[in-house]
């Protein structure tokens, strides 16, 4: 298929405008496709010029434009050439369509718990044209009529309200102009809860099979949406503009969730099954908001093109986490810090990195990469900052203008400046140029002498940008107490604070205001192991990013880092941290980065200590379970996990329900403690998707040759494996613990991953290249074989993408061994 490049989107939206799409789906049929017949009205500025309509058919049977027959074998790489237009036009487009398997197109999915088949559409980035025939670009918005015919006994959702007409079929209308991305539908047998809130229906749906669970959590769902929409419309003054609010948990789907005006989906796994984190319950209410969010940013008024992707999701990511910490109970700043500025920092450090703003993806297949840690946290910490630079009333006042100029329109960078410029923001090119057009992150280091601190702020190597900080600097006693703190400007290489104390401790953002790497001197990271208990979650946040991206830097030592992240965890409160650093611990510093002589008295210390905690827990709380998890993990003490399973004692108020079950016969697989037929009958006990999802991780976990190869022939040859299985076995591949067993893969990785785009496409693509690649072989010779694939120019973006950055990630490993031993 060929991707859409910028400018030929820019051509075809000078040539043409789009007045109304017309779709008629047919979904009765239980075969590999369906009916889909889409009727385009569009006019053409110069109709002496040609254009084409997107469609990736299965089979495309009739097209006329204007009433005349197009030939059908002209249609290549998922473009149909249009010619003889005129200055008004009609198109008719039928095609039957393959439904699809990973989750982009019109996906289908037959639920293994009772066998019900269940839809829906994911068109964004590019994938509207496999499920009907569209001008598909961001900038040509249309009205659009959806006509479904389907199964009785059917729910049906999209991008506007559902009505049923006389004949059974389902009729849905939306008057305001859609881009073709975030058109959708929902369809099959869901379970819905419908309320209201402010004149608004609010409906809930997921599959029948996670009914109970839906209902339980419904409240909880209903009551963080209708606070958020009342935050939004005090924030914006502009009211939510689609009619109904659904919000669809759907299964196997690739994102977090998507924005379709009217429709939300999510992924399911997010109407919890069993016990979850406060973490988990912050995560989905954030994503709640974030998606709200996007019914103005990104719905209401839309980037013009990708390259401008940071208008929808660093004002979303922002927004979303902004909103959920003033009206929702979550304080969703520390789970911003510890877990998406952390993925942000990341990639703002690896070569493939990019400017928040103007990314310069010149087609639409190589924007999708640009849907990272940069687009999301950075972009957010970066308009946090703005805010406070311009203050709230300026800030709001740009953003409604910005609406009321461009609503149900496009827009660019430029046309958001001048909108907070006419609401009187002055020095924005300079801002402009600093935070959202270079790219890398600053480093802040704090030196104090005789009671004088002065923080030096360094630009990433090889740049010479000088970005200001809005942040507060703060001193800590032995205990980590804090002795003092001040607001400060940081403007230029080194900014004096007048803080008034000598501390051993001094952290240069202790609020996490700003986006920087926080440096600290060998004398700060000793004290901290006895400091980090004192401080308060914020600045203990920034310690615990400041730690990672000092181990990746090769400056701080793993044994070193290890006491920081074990004391860390031995007092947090939050389940959100203690989770995040377990994790942490178990696959990046002890899986990777310690010595192999080290791992197994630092993974006993772990789980031990995780085991103390668990216990000392409030029975039930989310710190018990975030602790037990990472001590099931942890765990080579296969006996006592065997004994959990059957039923021994457990720490009072831990309940191995079923994704905690899970959690330990995933660890039980990995320890060679479980064979094939305990294993089937785990999977069988769970008859769910999410339980195939882990019946097919531990199969590939499984530390025995043949377990290896089946798993490798899935991930390389199998085309048809529903998407999250596939990257459930991907991830286990590769096990720290069965590094010899793995190692002929590793060549066999570098020799066969260019090819899996003649399988697999978009998300599935990059993703499985990302979670394949042999990250336990961390030695100079997989460096090697990493810069000679990259080095051939027919790699898939998506690959080469994923292979850069895990790439890179290896190469870090890498020094640090070669470092510290
Ligand atoms: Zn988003």
């Given amino acids: 298929m060929r991707s859409i490049t910028r400018d030929e989107a820019a051509e075809r939206a000078e040539l043409l405008g789009v007045d109304g799409y017309q779709v008629a789906l047919d979904l009765t049929g239980d075969g590999p496709t369906f009916t889909s017949r889409t009727r385009i009205r569009f006019r053409c500025a110069d109709p002496r010029r040609g254009s084409w309509v997107d469609v990736k058919p299965h089979r495309l049977t009739r097209v006329t434009l204007n009433g005349t027959p197009v030939p059908v ?64 670009q961001p900038d040509l918005k249309a009205p659009y009529r959806f006509e479904v015919r389907c199964p009785d006994g059917w729910t049906v959702a999209g991008n506007a309200p559902a ?89 196997e789907f690739n994102a977090g969730a998507m924005e379709n005006p009217g ?71 520390v789970e911003f810090g510890i877990v998406r500025k952390a993925w942000g920092y990341t990639a703002d450090r690896r070569p493939s990195t990019h400017p928040v703003a103007g990314n310069g993806a010149a087609d639409a297949a190589t924007a999708l990469s640009d849907f990272d840690g940069i687009s999301y946290a950075k972009g957010a910490a ?21 609406f009321a100029d461009h609503a149900f329109g496009n827009a660019s960078l430029a046309d958001l400046l001048a909108a907070w410029t006419a609401a009187g923001a002055a020095d924005l090119p300079a801002w402009t140029e600093q935070w959202l057009q270079s790219s ?35 001193a800590f006693d032995a205990a980590g107490r804090q002795v003092a703190q001040q607001p400060a400007l940081l403007a230029g290489p080194s900014t004096s604070v007048p803080l008034g104390r000598s501390e051993q401790l001094v952290i240069a953002d202790s609020l996490d205001e700003t986006w920087a790497k926080i440096a600290f001197d060998d004398a700060a990271w000793r004290a901290l192991p006895a400091a980090v208990g004192g401080l308060d979650p914020l600045p203990r946040v920034v310690v615990c990013n400041a730690m990672r991206l000092a181990v990746a830097d090769a400056e701080l030592a793993p044994q070193a880092a290890l006491e920081v992240a074990l004391a860390v965890l031995a007092i947090d409160p939050s389940d959100a941290v203690v989770g995040v650093l377990a994790r942490w611990l178990s696959e990046v510093l002890i899986g990777r980065y310690l010595p192999s002589a080290e791992c197994d008295t630092a993974a006993e210390r772990l789980a031990v200590l995780l085991l103390d905690v668990a216990t000392a827990a409030v029975p039930g709380s989310g710190l018990q379970l975030a602790a037990v998890r990472g001590y099931v993990r942890a765990c080579a003490d296969s006996d006592r996990l065997r004994g959990w399973l059957a039923g021994a004692a457990v720490p009072d108020g831990v309940v191995i329900d079923t994704e905690l079950r899970w959690e330990v016969v995933r660890r039980l697989a990995t320890l060679g403690a479980l064979d094939v037929a305990q294993l089937d009958a785990e999977a069988a006990a769970d008859r769910s998707t999410q ?116 790439g890179d990630d290896l190469r870090r490993v890498v020094a640090s061994r070669q470092k510290f031993g």
């Avoid at 539908?185 to 099979?209: K, M, N």
């Avoid at 970066?382 to 910005?402: C, T």
């Fill in 440 to 474: 890398g992150l600053d480093t802040l280091r704090a030196e104090h002498v005789d009671g004088t601190v002065t923080v030096h702020c360094e630009p990433p190597p090889g740049t010479h940008a000088l970005r200001r900080h809005a942040v507060t600097v703060a």
């Fill in 382 to 402: 970066v308009l946090r900052q703005l805010g406070a630079y311009l203050g709230e009333d300026v800030f709001l006042a740009g953003l409604r203008r910005y």
């Fill in 691 to 806: 339980g195939a999802v882990h019946a097919a991780a531990c199969r590939a976990l499984r530390p025995d040759a043949e377990a290896k190869r089946a798993a490798w022939q899935t991930i390389m040859a199998d085309a048809g494996c529903p998407n999250y299985e596939l990257y459930a076995i991907a991830n286990a591949f590769w096990q720290p613990s069965q590094r010899e067993l793995t190692a002929p893969y590793v060549e066999r990785y570098f020799a066969e991953i260019a090819d899996l785009a003649a399988i697999r496409s978009g998300w599935v693509l990059a993703r499985v290249s990302e979670y394949a690649y042999p990250q336990t072989a961390a030695d100079p010779r997989t460096v090697e074989l990493t810069e000679a694939l990259l080095a051939r120019d027919d790699l898939d973006p998506g690959v080469r993408r994923s292979v850069l950055d895990a």
């Fill in 263 to 333: 429709c939300v989906t999510f992924r399911d796994p997010l109407v919890f099954r069993s016990r979850a984190t406060d973490a988990e319950h912050a995560v989905r209410a954030s994503t709640i908001a974030h998606e709200m969010a996007h019914m103005w940013f990104g719905d209401l008024v839309t980037m013009r093109w990708w390259d401008d992707l940071w208008l929808n999701e660093s004002f979303a990511e922002y927004l979303g986490h902004r909103v959920c910490d003033a009206v929702t109970r979550h304080r969703s700043w």
């Fill in 73 to 136: 074998e002209t249609m290549a790489g998922g473009r149909l050439p249009l010619t003889g237009l005129a200055e008004s036009n009609e198109l008719v487009v039928e095609a039957q369509m393959a439904y699809s398997h990973d989750g982009e197109g019109l996906h289908r999915h037959i639920d293994p718990a009772d066998g019900n088949v269940y839809l829906y559409a994911m068109s964004f980035l590019d994938a509207a044209p496999r499920w009907f025939a569209c001008f598909d």
């Fill in 163 to 251: 009505t049923r007409g006389a004949d059974g079929s389902w009729l849905l209308e939306q008057a305001r102009p859609l881009s073709t991305y975030f058109t959708t539908l929902i369809a099959g047998p869901y379970h819905s809860i419908r309320t209201e809130h402010d004149g608004i229906a609010l409906v809930l749906h997921a599959r029948a099979s996670l009914a109970e669970h839906l209902d339980r959590d419904a409240a909880e769902l209903a009551q963080i949406t209708a606070d958020c929409l009342d935050e939004f419309h005090r924030l914006f003054g502009v009211r939510y503009p689609w009619g109904e609010y659904h919000q669809a948990f759907v299964p």
